[in-house]
């Protein structure tokens, strides 16, 4: 899902939100989240336990594309997630929880705020280590040079130009 526009139906359908992230998830094939095994994962049928669901013969767990991810264990469709999860990471000054709100129209500012701290804590990362060093502080800063673009270039060259500087 490399276009992320609003109207994708990964963005209002669950199921195709499920077959995306699987997709992403799951790019060589279906494996138990558990035990790490491909050969004996099988797809679960049946009205009970509803579409998603995989069973590993080997360790005999049940799980879902949700397993192991900030999506597991909420009720929340995943198809919200998904779109929380385009509008937190895509926006350039960032979006607070009540915004999601307003946008994703939740019955409760305590959902949405949630979600946005969940997918927060995700973004966090595991064991890296500080860009820069321990105890250092980098500042980044972007700008744009160039002509404004109502002004017509005679050489077929860009409008503007991204300057990006780390310090």
Known sequence: MSDFDLSNPAFTDEDKAREVIEASHWPNGVFCPKCGQFDTVAKLGGKSMGPGWYHCRECRDKF????????ERSHIPLHKWLL??????????G???????????FGSYRTAWFMAHRIREGMRGGNLAPMGGAGRI???????????????????????HVVLSLV
């Not at 879902?64 to 999506?71: P, Q």
């Not at 979006?95 to 129209?105: E, P, T």
């Open 64 to 71: 879902t594309v949700r397993t192991g991810t900030l999506y």
């Open 84 to 93: 929380a999860t385009h509008l937190l990471t895509s926006s350039k000054k």
């Open 95 to 105: 979006i607070s929880a009540h915004q999601l709100f307003r946008m994703l129209g």
């Open 138 to 160: 980098v500042e980044i800063d972007e700008t744009f040079t160039g002509r404004k673009p109502d002004v017509e270039v005679k050489q077929g060259g860009q409008h503007k």
